[in-house]
């Protein structure tokens, strides 16, 4: 079966992007690279005692060739260790918070900067320099920033993988950064948004209660809401829904809850659901979607078939 999902386009990409965490965080071998180097250099350069029956020319012809050798090999560890260190500078580098499907963790940094991380997200943080020679974080999926106001007036950057970025001093909005689009919620205070469309960057200055959406081109579209806290309802497991099409809920769960739903009749995908609704998992979700459109609930594994009654 991984055979068969990994020859699909795309899927290659994302299982050594699996594999390679997996590694990271289980390493099947932890090498001391430097105490490994010192006993192999006092090996090759020890002093050999010559046997009285070999002839001493040819002895000093074969130890030429073997110093010539245990030279080559010294190099080829210090290779190895650098590659080595290379792989894995990301995880020395940053700490990194990820969450699960359908869990949410609250962060605080260094700084008192509180950090609530939505489910099936990745935040990256520098492990040395931050709040003194930087604020900058990596965001993949989706979080809520309640960023501190620091003396120096330093800023504080949140980048995407889409290659948003969003500068602070301090104050609160949340950041959507998946697959087919990136969104930011300014609740308050001021925040600039860098970003890149086509070979253009360009820059955006946003004001409380604006919403901008990037699509997958990173055209940007800005409109005003009146209610910015329902973008960050999550935080209270309340999934708010605002002519929200099925097709829409599809996202919502593969997103939150890595469940595929498939929606039987593409007719049913455009009805849309309106309302505040509280889900502490993803059957209580599908719960409440099935019993406002009254339908039937058919689940194998992570793959929900919704049909009809």
Same mark, same amino acid.
């Given at each position: 079966?991984?055979?068969?999902?990994?020859?699909?386009?795309?899927?290659?990409?994302? #299982?050594?992007?699996?594999?390679?965490?997996?590694?990271?965080?289980?390493?099947?071998?932890?090498?001391?690279?430097?105490?490994?180097?010192?006993?192999?250099?006092?090996? &090759?350069?020890?002093?050999?005692?010559?046997?009285?029956?070999?002839?001493?020319?040819?002895?000093?012809?074969?130890?030429?060739?073997?110093?010539?050798?245990?030279?080559?090999?010294?190099?080829?560890?210090?290779?190895?260790?650098?590659?080595?260190?290379?792989?894995?500078?990301?995880?020395?580098?940053?700490?990194?918070?990820?969450?699960? #499907?359908?869990?949410?963790?609250?962060?605080?940094?260094?700084?008192?900067?509180?950090?609530?991380?939505?489910?099936?997200?990745?935040?990256? !943080?520098?492990?040395?320099?931050?709040?003194?020679?930087?604020?900058?974080?990596?965001?993949?999926?989706?979080?809520?920033?309640?960023?501190?106001?620091?003396?120096? %007036?330093?800023?504080?950057?949140?980048?995407?993988?889409?290659?948003?970025?969003?500068?602070?001093?301090?104050?609160?909005?949340?950041?959507? &950064?998946?697959?087919?689009?990136?969104?930011?919620?300014?609740?308050?205070?001021?925040?600039?948004?860098?970003?890149?469309?086509?070979?253009?960057?360009?820059?955006?200055?946003?004001?409380?209660?604006?919403?901008?959406?990037?699509?997958?081109?990173?055209?940007?579209?800005?409109?005003?809401?009146?209610?910015?806290?329902?973008?960050?309802?999550?935080?209270?497991?309340?999934?708010? #829904?605002?002519?929200?099409?099925?097709?829409?809920?599809?996202?919502?769960?593969?997103? %939150?809850?890595?469940?595929?739903?498939?929606? &039987?009749?593409?007719?049913?995908?455009?009805?849309?659901?309106?309302?505040?609704?509280?889900? %502490?998992?993803?059957?209580?979700?599908?719960?409440? !979607?099935?019993?406002?459109?009254?339908?039937?609930?058919?689940?194998?594994?992570?793959?929900?078939?919704?049909?009809?009654?």
């Amino acid at each position: 079966m991984i055979d068969d999902w990994v020859k699909k386009e795309g899927n290659e990409e994302l #299982f050594y992007k699996w594999l390679l965490e997996y590694e990271h965080q289980n390493p099947q071998y932890l090498t001391d690279v430097d105490a490994g180097l010192q006993r192999f250099s006092q090996w &090759a350069d020890q002093v050999d005692e010559i046997p009285d029956s070999v002839n001493l020319t040819e002895y000093k012809e074969v130890m030429t060739r073997q110093r010539a050798w245990r030279r080559w090999a010294v190099a080829a560890s210090v290779v190895g260790a650098l590659a080595t260190g290379w792989m894995y500078q990301d995880a020395f580098l940053f700490k990194t918070y990820r969450t699960e #499907f359908g869990e949410t963790q609250t962060i605080t940094l260094s700084d008192g900067t509180q950090i609530i991380l939505n489910a099936n997200s990745v935040l990256e !943080v520098p492990r040395f320099g931050f709040g003194k020679k930087t604020r900058q974080v990596q965001l993949t999926g989706e979080a809520n920033f309640s960023v501190t106001h620091t003396i120096d %007036n330093q800023r504080f950057v949140v980048k995407t993988e889409k290659g948003v970025e969003v500068v602070v001093l301090g104050t609160e909005f949340s950041v959507y &950064a998946r697959r087919k689009e990136a969104k930011v919620v300014l609740n308050k205070g001021k925040v600039q948004l860098r970003y890149q469309e086509g070979k253009t960057q360009k820059e955006l200055m946003m004001k409380p209660g604006e919403l901008v959406t990037f699509d997958q081109s990173n055209h940007l579209k800005k409109e005003i809401t009146e209610q910015p806290e329902k973008y960050t309802a999550w935080k209270e497991h309340r999934f708010v #829904f605002d002519d929200t099409t099925l097709e829409e809920f599809v996202r919502i769960m593969a997103d %939150n809850y890595g469940l595929k739903v498939i929606i &039987a009749d593409d007719s049913l995908s455009q009805r849309t659901l309106l309302g505040s609704f509280r889900a %502490n998992n993803a059957d209580e979700l599908l719960e409440i !979607v099935s019993e406002i459109f009254d339908l039937q609930i058919t689940k194998v594994g992570d793959t929900v078939l919704l049909t009809d009654k």
